[in-house]
């Protein structure tokens, strides 16, 4: 069965510091795992997109995110948090049985001035 | 870039009515999703279609319906509504296949008097 887990519902980073979002996922299969941001009143917008090729995935706005199979994650991180970061940021992995997308239960991301 | 649009920002209806969320998508899409928004229980899929005049149950598929009559198109009707449905509506599509990753549009945020 696939679930995808985000383990910080809130996340409050000082402006210019690392940023780290992190999620776990399950899968009976080789999945496809994405990251979305979500500002207020809008809808979800992709970052980047783990599809089997290279493990080190680069997205906009800065943001990259590494898959590891072996602890089944694949967390989102950027060097340097900047005020329009600040949104919510979803984890989201599909597999190759079907149309069906996972969704993790979102992380609030803060950016302190 | 694809674009996602959804007829109505805000809407607000009374209990009993008959209400329709329009979703249009322009990239010729196969599959086409709506999901509801609720704080703290993340996005939950309603239903789905991956070709015209199909339709599949998500999770949460009580209380509403679904027609895609074509391709671009996709409504989602309330066919009595309550006061429990009040709730963020979003729109995706996607391409076909498990590594295609969705396109949002910016919501619906309906409320039910």
């Known amino acids: 069965a696939q679930s995808v887990t985000q383990l910080d519902s809130h996340v409050s980073v000082s402006e210019g510091t690392p940023v780290l979002l992190r999620c776990n996922y399950s899968?009976?299969?080789?999945?496809?795992l994405f990251w979305y941001v979500q500002h207020p009143n809008k809808g979800l917008q992709l970052l980047l997109k783990y599809t089997s090729a290279a493990t080190l995935v680069k997205g906009i706005n800065g943001f990259e995110a590494e898959f590891k199979k072996s602890e089944t994650s694949f967390h989102l991180t950027k060097p340097s948090a900047h005020m329009s970061d600040a949104a919510e940021y979803f984890c989201?992995?599909?597999?190759?049985?079907?149309?069906?997308?996972?969704f993790g239960t979102g992380t609030s991301l803060t950016v302190i001035p | 870039d694809v674009k996602v649009t959804q007829s109505s920002r805000y809407l607000v209806k009374r209990t009993g009515e008959k209400v329709f969320l329009e979703c249009v998508q322009d990239?010729?899409?196969?599959?086409m999703f709506w999901y509801r928004q609720d704080p703290g229980l993340g996005l939950r899929l309603i239903y789905f279609?991956?070709?015209?005049?199909?339709?599949e149950k998500g999770d949460i598929p009580e209380g509403y319906s679904v027609s895609r009559e074509k391709k671009e198109r996709f409504s989602l009707i309330l066919e009595s509504a309550s006061t429990n449905q009040t709730s963020m509506y979003l729109c995706?599509?996607?391409?076909?296949?498990?590594?295609?990753?969705?396109?949002f549009g910016d919501g619906t945020r309906l409320s039910i008097l």
């Open positions: 279609s991956y070709d015209v005049k199909m339709k």
């Open positions: 989201v992995v599909s597999e190759n049985t079907g149309n069906q997308f996972y």
């Open positions: 990239m010729d899409h196969e599959n």
């Open positions: 995706a599509s996607s391409s076909e296949g498990y590594n295609q990753p969705q396109h």
């Open positions: 899968s009976s299969y080789s999945p496809s």
